[in-house]
């Protein structure tokens, strides 16, 4: 928890799963320092307060019912809803590059194929891409 908490925390406040209070207590519990603390969460925060920033005021220029069904409240309400999925993606994706930033993506691959295992499967597997030149 020591080495990722900054990344968890971030996570957890990207994305709205759970309430921010019950990540308060959690963390507090958590050998996290209090500076680390802070500016991860004012970080993970910005974005969900913006995008609810954006639906409060498209929400305050409604002067009828036809402003309900206005492109930009629409707008707005479809990035409530989609907010929490883009950053669950983005996340999965911080996530995976840190994982394979040590390694350098190959310009091309010595073999296409490669059997594992050497029971019938694998044998009718190494079988056939040879047959077919794989």
Do not use: C, H
Request: aromatic share 14%; hydrophobic share 55%; no cysteine.
């Amino acid at each position: 928890m020591a080495a990722e908490g900054a990344w968890y925390l971030f996570t957890l406040r990207l994305v709205p799963i759970f309430p921010f209070f019950i990540i308060n207590i959690l963390m507090g519990l958590t050998p996290i320092r209090t500076f680390t603390y802070s500016w991860v969460s004012l970080v993970g925060m910005l974005p969900g307060t913006l995008v609810f920033i954006n639906a409060g005021t498209q929400l305050a220029k409604i002067e009828g019912l036809r402003g309900i069904l206005s492109p930009s409240l629409l707008f707005s309400f479809a990035l409530l809803g989609f907010f929490p999925l883009l950053a669950k993606r983005l996340s999965e994706w911080l996530k995976k590059r840190r994982v394979y930033a040590r390694w350098q993506r190959p310009k091309n691959y010595d073999r296409n194929l490669i059997v594992i295992g050497a029971g019938a499967a694998g044998l009718v597997s190494a079988y056939i891409a040879a047959a077919v030149r794989a």
